[in-house]
């Protein structure tokens, strides 16, 4: 049997503020399967944010296990976690963090910058990948003349062009309307269905429903790991959506 994609075990982040030391994460110990789409939930400063980087390998644990795709990454140093994170990962953030001045395109491309490929390669693959987010009008673009879910969808496009195992979303539909976060819902259900893993963070329980797997975060310790047999489709809510859908 493959390895789980994620396997963590008692995961311990400190942050320490000269004399005060902040337990952001307390031992935290949760598997995940290749494919699944797990909510994280929690209150503000529960530790969801901090347990995320490290999956993602944005930072490392204080103490703790930490076993990516068969890899333990606990103890690699920053250049090898920094290819694996290129390779294995795709991040999308809740304020979209695209480059300003740049087009749709080349947000895309950058990634691929570090992946070796010739440039006409490079442009290809990033057409695809904006094509499959259903944004192939909008490669000359620039974030500023696109609205809130076509900038996430072009940080979708750019989370997916290296092919990465896995999708880490903090937060992503909380700068989106209700419809809006729906029909991103839908393209990550898609994605996920497709055989992508993604764990998304979110405070709102409504988004949560579309995941088969939630875990709840309180006080930097993971307090409950449910499964929803059936999760709720973003397809068809989006069917029962009005058009103009408020927040
Ligand atoms: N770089 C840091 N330095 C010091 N303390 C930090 C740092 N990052 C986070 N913390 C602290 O760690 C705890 C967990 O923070 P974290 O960002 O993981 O929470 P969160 O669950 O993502 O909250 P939110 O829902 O508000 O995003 C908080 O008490 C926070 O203040
Ligand atoms: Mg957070």
Redesign the pocket.
């Known amino acids: 049997m493959a390895p789980p994609i994620i396997a963590a075990e008692a995961l311990t982040k400190d942050?320490h503020?000269g004399p005060h030391t902040?337990h952001?994460l307390r031992g935290v110990s949760v598997t995940i399967e290749r494919g699944e789409f797990v909510a994280v939930m929690?209150?503000?400063?529960?530790?969801?944010?901090?347990?995320m980087n490290l999956l993602g390998g944005l930072d490392t644990p204080s103490a703790g296990r930490y076993v990516l795709d068969g890899e333990d990454v606990a103890g690699l140093g920053s250049d090898r976690l920094a290819r694996i994170r290129n390779a294995k990962i795709g991040f999308v953030f809740q304020q979209f963090n695209l480059l300003p001045r740049t087009s749709a395109l080349e947000n895309v491309e950058l990634p691929l910058l570090y992946a070796g490929l010739s440039a006409r390669e490079r442009r290809a693959r990033a057409r695809e990948r904006l094509a499959s987010v259903g944004l192939a009008d909008r490669e000359d673009h620039h974030p500023s003349q696109l609205s809130g879910g076509q900038q996430q969808r072009v940080a979708i496009a750019r989370a997916l062009v290296n092919d990465p195992a896995v999708i880490l979303a903090?937060?992503p539909t909380g700068n989106l309307d209700t419809r809006t976060s729906v029909e991103l819902l839908a393209l990550l259900q898609r994605l996920n269905r497709s055989g992508l893993t993604i764990v998304l963070?979110t405070?709102e329980p409504d988004i949560a429903a579309y995941a088969g797997r939630v875990l709840t975060?309180r006080d930097?310790r993971l307090r409950a790991d449910e499964r929803a047999p059936v999760p709720r489709d973003a397809e068809t809510a989006l069917a029962s959506l009005p058009e103009e859908a408020l927040a």
């Open positions: 942050y503020l902040v952001a929690g209150p503000s400063g529960s530790g969801k944010s901090t347990f903090d937060e963070v405070h975060f930097g």
